[in-house]
C-alpha cells in the first residue's frame, strides 16, 4: 500500500527566499507523481505532473524533481512571494495515473 | 471552460443527523472521485466512478455513506448517520478517464463542501 508523507509540515519564510518542499512515497511502481496548490477554503490546483520516466519538470519559478529509485520528490520554489503562501500537497499515481495518494502537505507562509 | 461543481459549501449538522452532498463534473470527464480531507491531513480517496459504474470504493465505510452516479453525470455522496469524526472537507474532482497525449487526465477539482458535526 502506498504512503506518502511530507517534510517540513509547515514552512515560514522571508519573501525573495529559494526554498525547497520535500516528498516521500514508500512504493517506488508509480505512473505519475504531481504536485498541487491548496489555498484555504479551496479545491486542489495542479502545478506540476512528473511522469514515471522524468527526472523534473519547470514551470515557471517552480521546478519538481522525481528519484523513484530512492521514493523521493522535491518542489523547488525560486524567489518566493507572498502569493505563494498556501498548502502544498504532493501525490503518487498507480494504475495507469488515476487513484491518487497524497501526502499530508506542507503549509507555505512567505512574509512580506 | 466551467469547473467542478460542488454544493452546499458549507454545512453543519448534529450527529446521527444525514446529509448529502452534489457534485457536477466538467462536461465529458467519464472519471469521478469522491475524497474526504480531514484538517491537516491530505485527501483521501472515497469512491471512484467510472461513467455510472463504481470503480473503486474500498475506503468507503459503507455502513453510513452511500454514493450514486446514475446517469453517468452528476453525483451525490451521502452520510447517514453522520459522527463527529466525518467532520472534513468533501471533495469532488473528475478526469476524462483516459490520458490525452499519454500524459493528462484533465484532472480537476471542485472547491469542496466543508461539514461539521457538532
Known amino acids: 500500500k502506498q504512503e506518502v508523507t511530507q517534510i517540513p509540515a509547515a514552512l515560514s519564510v522571508p519573501e525573495g527566499e529559494n526554498l525547497v518542499l520535500n516528498c516521500s512515497f514508500t512504493d517506488s511502481a508509480i505512473y505519475n507523481l504531481q504536485w498541487f496548490r491548496q489555498d484555504p477554503g479551496k479545491g486542489l490546483t495542479s502545478l506540476l505532473l512528473i511522469q514515471s520516466s522524468q527526472r523534473e519538470q519547470t514551470s515557471g519559478r517552480l521546478n519538481a524533481s522525481l528519484d523513484k529509485s530512492s521514493g523521493r520528490s522535491t518542489l523547488y520554489i525560486a524567489a518566493s512571494q507572498p502569493g505563494d503562501s498556501a498548502t502544498y500537497l504532493c501525490a503518487c499515481a498507480g494504475n495507469y495515473g488515476q487513484n491518487f495518494v497524497f501526502g499530508p502537505g506542507t503549509r507555505l507562509s512567505v512574509l512580506p | 471552460e466551467a469547473g467542478v461543481a460542488q454544493s452546499p459549501r458549507y454545512k453543519i449538522i448534529e450527529k446521527r443527523q444525514s446529509v448529502a452532498f452534489w457534485c457536477n463534473p466538467i462536461?465529458?470527464?467519464?472519471?469521478l472521485y469522491w475524497y474526504q480531507q480531514i484538517l491537516g491531513q491530505g485527501p483521501k480517496l472515497l469512491i471512484q466512478?467510472?461513467?455510472?459504474?463504481?470503480?473503486?470504493d474500498s475506503q468507503l465505510p459503507k455502513d453510513r455513506f452511500s454514493a450514486e452516479r446514475l446517469k453517468g453525470v452528476d453525483s451525490t455522496l451521502k452520510i447517514q448517520p453522520a459522527k463527529l469524526e466525518d467532520s472534513a472537507v468533501y471533495l469532488c474532482a473528475s478526469s476524462l478517464g483516459r490520458p490525452v497525449s499519454g500524459l493528462d487526465y484533465g484532472y480537476t477539482f471542485g472547491s469542496g463542501t466543508r461539514l461539521t458535526v457538532v
Open positions: 466512478f467510472q461513467n455510472n459504474g463504481v470503480v473503486d
Open positions: 462536461s465529458g470527464h467519464a472519471t
